[in-house]
Structures are given as structure tokens and as C-alpha cells.
């Protein structure tokens, strides 16, 4: 079982998530949003990875206010942690991780949006139980 982190990143009165369009084998295209972050590396903290993987995937910096929700996911056998963060310099959109630049590997988008709160509901965000919680909580 690993450990995945990630950032709940207010900013312009929404939080910051990436749009994936990805080819499934019968040609059809799974549409969905997820929180930017992923898992952690061996003798990296919560903070580290999630600070390093919103860099990755966004290209911008983050301050960790405060754990949102931890749960163990079935879905891939792993441990699911999200943090509110603080917006703190860059531009959305020029990350330069793994999965934004090579595209031989990372089949198809990845493409970071700000979605107001208001609208949550009304987009395929993933997993479920961020979604639902994302409803119910404050930010």
C-alpha cells in the first residue's frame, strides 16, 4: 500500500484541478477532473510531495494550511490524503512533470483548470469521496 498526497489549491474563488481527457481501449474518451498531487517518494514527507507534485504537475508554489481528509482508498490500494493549500507564486498551466511532457507515456490530457466551488457538483471529479466532501466542507 502507498501513500498519495494532494493539494486542494484555493485560488481566483475556486481551487485548481486537472481537466483529464484519457483514450480508453475501445476508443472512447474518459472525461474527468482530479486533485493535483500523487504519491510519495521513499523518505519524503506529506508536505514535500504534495509541495513537489503541484510544482510538477502546475508549475506553481503552495503553503499546507491544514489535512482535509485521509482515507484508504479500495480503488488502487492506497492511502488517499488531501491538504487545503495556499496559492503562493507562478503560473498555472507550466509545470514541467513527467506527465506533462512526455506524452508517449501519459496517454492522453492534462489540463489544469480553476473550477469555482459552485460547479463541483456539476463536473466528473474524482475520487468520489473528494467530491462528496469538497460539497459539505468550508474552504
Known sequence: MHKSVRGI???????VLIHRLKPREDGTIRDYYVVPGGK?????????????EVYEELGITV?????????????????QI?????????????GNGPEMTNKSE?????NPEIVKLEEIPNINLV?????????????
Open 127 to 139: 475520487p468520489e469521496e473528494i467530491k462528496t466532501f469538497l460539497g459539505k466542507e468550508e474552504l
Open 63 to 79: 503553503e499546507l494550511e491544514r489535512k482535509l481528509l485521509e482515507y484508504n482508498s479500495d480503488y488502487d490500494d492506497s492511502i
Open 106 to 110: 501519459y496517454k492522453g490530457s492534462f
Open 9 to 15: 489549491i484555493k485560488k481566483d474563488n475556486g481551487i
Open 40 to 52: 510519495m517518494e521513499q523518505g519524503e514527507s506529506e508536505e514535500e510531495t504534495v509541495k513537489r
Open 82 to 94: 488531501f491538504y487545503l493549500c495556499k496559492y503562493l507564486d507562478g503560473v498555472v498551466g507550466t
